[in-house]
């Protein structure tokens, strides 16, 4: 079956950076394209970043635009999210999403919080 587990998250100071990683297995990892989305408390989950299946297609919502990359690893299939200059604002579970044939995948996430 599906799995798709995070790690990575933890407590950072304001303009710090952190890696997240997303493992994944039970599936044809390099024939989809992967997501992360993040929840703060209170708010929606919404989507961070895309990366297409090859990983040459890479989108990124405007709220952390210029500040997250996203990549992958089809060999080893790894997801990951290079965040920098993180703000408290960033603070918020971070899950990894896979669409498969319409249907959504997500790991239990890994919280990241951003804070002096």
């Known amino acids: 079956q599906v799995q798709l587990v995070e790690s990575g998250g933890g407590l950072v100071q304001p303009g710090g950076s952190l890696r997240l990683s997303c493992a994944a297995s039970?599936?044809?990892?390099?024939?989809?394209?992967m997501n992360w989305y993040r929840q703060a408390p209170g708010r929606e989950r919404e989507l961070v970043a895309a990366i297409s299946s090859s990983g040459i297609g890479r989108t990124y919502a405007d709220s952390m635009k210029g500040r997250v990359t996203i990549s992958r690893d089809n060999g080893k299939n790894m997801v990951y999210l290079q965040m920098y200059t993180l703000k408290p604002e960033d603070t918020a579970v971070y899950y990894c999403?896979?669409?498969?044939?319409?249907?959504?995948?997500w790991g239990q996430g890994t919280q990241v919080t951003v804070s002096s």
């Open positions: 039970g599936f044809t990892f390099s024939s989809w394209p």
């Open positions: 999403k896979a669409d498969i044939r319409s249907l959504a995948y």
